[in-house]
């Protein structure tokens, strides 16, 4: 039995499997209706969501499969302080397979260690947020083609930002990619980023606070939100929120090719008029999401065509 709690857990072979199945769905998708039939998966999400949950929710519906759900802490028994042990051996005896969202780092793994069912982290505090970045490397392979050969601009929350941490971690196993880290002083990645993960692999990085000069060596520019609910005090929020919006007359910087990426939810970071821009992929990714989840439910539920 296999759980997904860290993008690590699958190997680079796995994740090409899994682009290359979600490929297959998106041409073929009356062939994935059944495969799930009869099938249960629990999304239990004690943190807000609309594509993670949703996302999932679908998928398991198009593999034919059923779906039950908490959408938040205060509808469960956490409220009444049950443990995240106990509700992964709870719901293990009605469901064949967990989502499992959580504001503690760590809680889907404290899950998986519990339950006898596979349990995937649909992100957990700051820190992972394995699915997205599934999400996003089917993207970045639809987008251009390959997984190699990139130079990849995160910018705004690198500090509190999962879908950084995790994606910046399944790019190291890459060849040929650069990294350049867009932010505040304040909101930089984790040093565990910088030395476990890119200097660890001998990836290219570079730091800057500066947008408009690192936009035109990007293939693609990886926008994120600044993520007020993890900050300790209003004040630093109110005065970092606004550190970078893309607007139109800032992508004149940018090449033709650019894709433009983001994890969704977003406030202000990217002008809406920026949709309507070839370049933007952000709701391809809302797309993509569903469909490389139903490849992992069916991986990790051992099915298959
Ligand atoms: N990208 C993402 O995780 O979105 P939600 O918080 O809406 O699930």
Do not use: W
């Not at 929120?241 to 994890?263: C, E, G, V, W």
């Amino acid at each position: 039995m296999r759980s997904l709690i860290d993008i690590q857990d699958l190997t680079p072979t796995e994740i090409d499997e899994l682009i290359s199945v979600a490929n297959d769905i998106i041409a073929n998708p009356k062939k994935y209706s059944e495969v799930c039939r009869g099938k249960k998966l629990a999304t239990l999400f004690f943190e807000p969501s609309t594509r993670t949950r949703l996302s999932f929710e679908a998928a398991m519906y198009e593999l034919g499969g059923n779906v039950m759900s908490v959408s938040s802490g205060s509808s469960s028994s956490a409220s009444k302080g049950e443990s995240v042990a106990d509700t992964a051996k709870t719901v293990s005896c009605y469901a064949d397979i967990i989502a499992m969202r959580h504001p503690k780092e760590g809680a889907p793994l404290v899950a998986a260690m519990n339950a006898s069912i596979p349990v995937i982290n649909a992100g957990d505090g700051g820190h992972n947020h394995p699915t997205q970045t599934l999400t996003d490397l089917l993207t970045i392979s639809r987008e251009k083609g390959r997984l190699s050969d990139l130079t990849v601009g995160f910018c705004g929350d690198l500090k509190f930002g999962r879908t950084v941490h995790s994606l910046i971690s399944a790019l190291s196993r890459y060849t040929g990619i650069k990294i350049v880290l867009i932010s505040p002083e304040e909101l930089k990645v984790p040093n565990y980023i910088t030395d476990d993960v890119l200097d660890r692999n001998g990836i290219a990085y570079e730091e800057t606070t500066d947008l408009i000069t690192a936009l035109p060596s990007l293939d693609i520019l990886y926008m994120t939100r600044v993520q007020r609910e993890r900050f300790f005090n209003e004040e630093d929020y109110l005065r970092l929120k606004d550190s970078y919006i893309l607007t139109p007359d800032k992508l004149r910087h940018a090449r033709k090719d650019l894709s433009i990426m983001h994890p969704l939810p977003r406030v202000n970071e990217i002008a809406v008029a920026i949709d309507d821009d070839p370049r933007a992929c952000y709701f391809k990714q809302v797309y993509n999401g569903k469909i490389v989840r139903m490849a992992l439910i069916m991986k990790l539920l051992e099915v298959s065509v």
